[in-house]
T-cell receptor, first 112, second 112 residues
């Protein structure tokens, strides 16, 4: 079985400050990890993925994520938050099948 | 590329009526997913097709729900008869590699 935990329902950060959205996972075998973003009244949009290779993965809009195998984590980060980053963020994992398990989502609010 | 296309974008119907949601995946993608999103239950996978064949329909709530993919460029999700608890946003997503998914804009279904 595979599972994802996003421990924070909401993250608040001031514009210009660094942000972190947390994700931990459980999966059999090697993990394939993803981050998606959902803006209001829109579908989910792929941000970045980790399949193999460097533990630091760079994605769209200046986001990056760090894969930590020992802590089974894949936290999403951005050095300087923008108000326009405010959205719902989903972490997802699969153990190699094509069917991912999504987390419950974390609402990111960036204050001006 | 036009992205994943879903229709209708909004559907309001009365309990007991048949509802058909439509999806056109991105050309060249061979995997298609139907999801349902609600505040209470989050994002739920309903069914997964690969090369037009249903692979996993364990998420389909009950016999009132059915999905088809007659060809690589079209899929439908049908609810018959509809019930108020089916009210949700339904997303279609497609994938080429079988890993990162590209979501459509969703269909917001309201059953009164």
């Amino acid at each position: 079985a595979q599972s994802v935990a996003q421990p924070e329902d909401q993250v608040n950060v001031a514009e210009g400050n660094p942000l972190t959205v947390k994700c931990t996972y459980s999966v059999s075998g090697n993990p394939y990890l993803f981050w998606y973003v959902q803006y209001p009244n829109r579908g989910l949009q792929f941000l970045l993925k980790y399949i193999t290779g460097d533990n630091l993965v760079k994605g769209s809009y200046g986001f990056e994520a760090e894969f930590n195998k020992s802590q089974t984590s894949f936290h999403l980060k951005k050095p300087s938050a923008l108000v326009s980053d405010s959205a719902l963020y989903f972490c997802a994992v699969t153990g190699g099948s094509y069917i991912p398990t999504f987390g419950r989502g974390t609402s990111l609010i960036v204050h001006p | 590329d036009a992205g994943v296309i879903q229709s209708p974008r909004h559907e309001v119907t009365e309990m007991g009526q048949e509802v058909t949601l439509r999806c056109k995946p991105i050309s060249g993608h061979n995997s298609l997913f139907w999801y349902r999103q609600t505040m209470m239950r989050g994002l739920e996978l309903l069914i997964y097709f690969n090369n037009n064949v249903p692979i996993d329909d364990s998420g389909m709530p009950e016999d009132r729900f059915s999905a088809k993919m007659p060809n690589a460029s079209f899929s439908t999700l049908k609810i018959q008869p509809s019930e108020p608890r089916d009210s949700a946003v339904y997303f279609c997503a497609s994938s080429r590699t079988g890993y990162e998914q590209y979501f459509g804009p969703g269909t917001r279904l309201t059953v009164t």
